[in-house]
């Protein structure tokens, strides 16, 4: 008779490993999302210059169109369909950036003073340098407005497609360093959106405002984040700061970082990276091309290209694109470095030149701020076909740099064969007889050592 088979033991259940920020599959697929996503505003770009030029009527028509909606004392009775678009969209993209802002001060690569100092510095220089060329060049030119804050942005999504193209040119620490200084980069833009730019501030607004952005970082902070709670707090809050003045992105950014970027206990993800998943596709497909198709659409007629190029702020706004940030980067990154901070793995002194370079690829908030810092639509339209000349002015001349020795990736010094290595000789010192024998003399010895 045969014995039963033995029972088996329980195979345990395997731990549950913390998640954690993907490091290289999740920055590869970053860095796809937002090449796709520079390609999308490429496309909406050139479709915008191409019915602008053969339907400037009809262009006009469409994007001046009137669309108030709601009470006068909100300030929407008034909105066109590209104040919607820039007002109404493009809050949600800059929700996203306040997600992505909030996860990178908290697990990313802002995470940390010593990881941090380096990109916060280079955006720093980046938007110090520019603003201050734009104003010397401006601050005596009638209708200037506040002009210098245009070029101060930088435009992820067109820069990390542009390094894209650089392919194995370009080392990994220059595009972690350049999504870095982006961050940091948006985290000025919403400061300057939020103290600079509002039109006759009804203080009554700001209470509420205030309160349902509090009501909804608290619900964040005891474990609420669905749906039905959060888009009427935000829009609630959206129509607050609009009411009250304020440029109404400022909401988008504040409720984005008022989202956890930490798991809690039980759940495999955040709030902020299931919320970042959720927006990237929705501002790389719809809002970012939606605001490229309403806000590029300017003429490129002889005549047209004459008046930009005489017209002293256009022409700052792009002197201070291109040349602001090239000085101004490497400036404020070389300051962060001699003081203690590191560069990226693979990344040098030399690499500066390209990174300033990118970061004059201004687009997408530099085209809001030209909305927001002129007050004449006609220089509107002459910044807009500015800031378009600079950015493709900035990639050629980055794309060049990348292929010069400037941008080379040395590889590292293959380790010699092992039979040809050879172990250092030392013999320790003779021991005196009333010593005790030192830890390391008592360990057993190889011949020879």
Not at 1 to 27: E, H, I, L, N, T
Not at 96 to 108: F, N, P
């Amino acid at each position: 008779m045969s014995r039963p088979p033995p029972p088996r033991a329980p195979v345990p259940a395997p731990a549950a490993v913390p998640w954690r920020w993907p490091s290289r599959d999740g920055f590869t697929a970053f860095l796809r999302a937002a090449t796709a996503g520079g390609l999308l505003l490429l496309a909406a770009t050139v479709a915008a210059l191409v019915w602008a030029n053969l339907s400037p009527g009809g262009y006009r028509a469409v994007w001046d169109a009137p669309a108030g909606l709601g009470p006068a004392a909100l300030r929407l009775d008034g909105m066109r369909l590209a104040d919607w678009v820039a007002d109404g969209l493009l809050s949600v993209f800059f929700l996203a950036i306040g997600v992505e802002l909030r996860r990178e001060l908290t697990v990313g690569a802002l995470a940390g003073r010593h990881r941090a100092v380096l990109p916060i510095a280079a955006a720093a220089g980046g938007m110090l340098g520019p603003a201050l060329l734009c104003f010397a060049l401006t601050h005596d030119t009638a209708g200037a407005g506040r002009a210098w804050a245009i070029p101060v942005a930088t435009d992820a999504a067109f820069a990390v497609g542009v390094l894209a193209l650089a392919g194995s040119r370009a080392p990994a620490g220059l595009r972690t360093l350049l999504l870095g200084l982006a961050v940091a980069d948006d985290l000025g833009a919403m400061v300057i959106l939020a103290t600079v730019f509002h039109a006759g501030l009804a203080l009554g607004w700001l209470p509420p405002a205030v309160l349902l952005l509090a009501a909804a970082a608290l619900a964040h902070h005891r474990g609420h984040s669905h749906p039905a709670l959060h888009v009427p707090l935000a829009v609630a809050a959206w129509s607050c700061v609009h009411a009250a003045g304020l440029n109404p992105t400022v909401a988008g950014a504040a409720l984005g970082l008022a989202v956890p970027a930490r798991a809690r206990a039980g759940r495999a993800h955040a709030p902020a990276e299931r919320l970042e998943s959720l927006l990237g596709p929705v501002c790389a497909v719809v809002v970012l091309p939606l605001f490229a198709l309403s806000a590029t659409g300017v003429p490129l007629t002889a005549h047209a290209l004459r008046a930009v190029a005489a017209d002293p702020v256009s022409r700052a706004v792009a002197i201070s694109l291109v040349v602001g940030k090239l000085l101004g980067v490497p400036a404020g990154a070389w300051l962060a470095h001699r003081f203690g901070a590191r560069f990226p793995d693979g990344l040098r002194g030399r690499h500066l030149i390209p990174l300033g370079l990118l970061a004059g690829i201004g687009y997408t908030v530099s085209l809001l701020l030209a909305r927001l810092a002129l007050p004449e639509p006609q220089r509107v339209e002459a910044a807009a076909t500015a800031i378009l000349a600079a950015s493709l002015t900035a990639a050629v001349l980055a794309l060049l740099a990348l292929r010069t020795p400037l941008a080379a990736v040395r590889p590292a010094p293959p380790e010699p064969p092992a039979a040809a290595r050879r172990v250092p000789t030392h013999r320790a010192p003779a021991e005196r007889a009333d010593e005790p024998p030192s830890p390391r003399s008592a360990l057993p010895t190889a011949p020879g050592l």
